[in-house]
């Protein structure tokens, strides 16, 4: 049973500002660039999709 509505354990998207999408941003760009070679290529894919998807979020207007 829930506690509340609207705690963290209900699945709800994590609200981020724009300045701490930027740095996930940055931070998954140096983790993809700092992947071994022998990193498993669904890893590989979740944190290219992840930088697409911040990616397409911070192009999007403001006012989203």
């Known amino acids: 049973m829930r506690a ?5 354990s209900d699945n ?3 609200k981020r500002s724009r300045a701490e999408k ?4 940055r931070e ?4 993809l660039a700092g992947m071994k070679s022998h990193a498993s290529a669904s890893l ?11 990616e397409a979020e911070l192009r999007a207007p ?3």
């Open 28 to 31: 998954l760009k140096e983790t």
């Open 44 to 54: 590989r894919q979740s944190v290219q999709k992840r930088v697409a998807d911040l």
């Open 4 to 8: 509340f509505e609207g705690q963290r």
């Open 12 to 14: 709800q998207p994590v």
């Open 22 to 25: 930027e740095k996930l941003l």
């Open 62 to 64: 403001a006012g989203r």
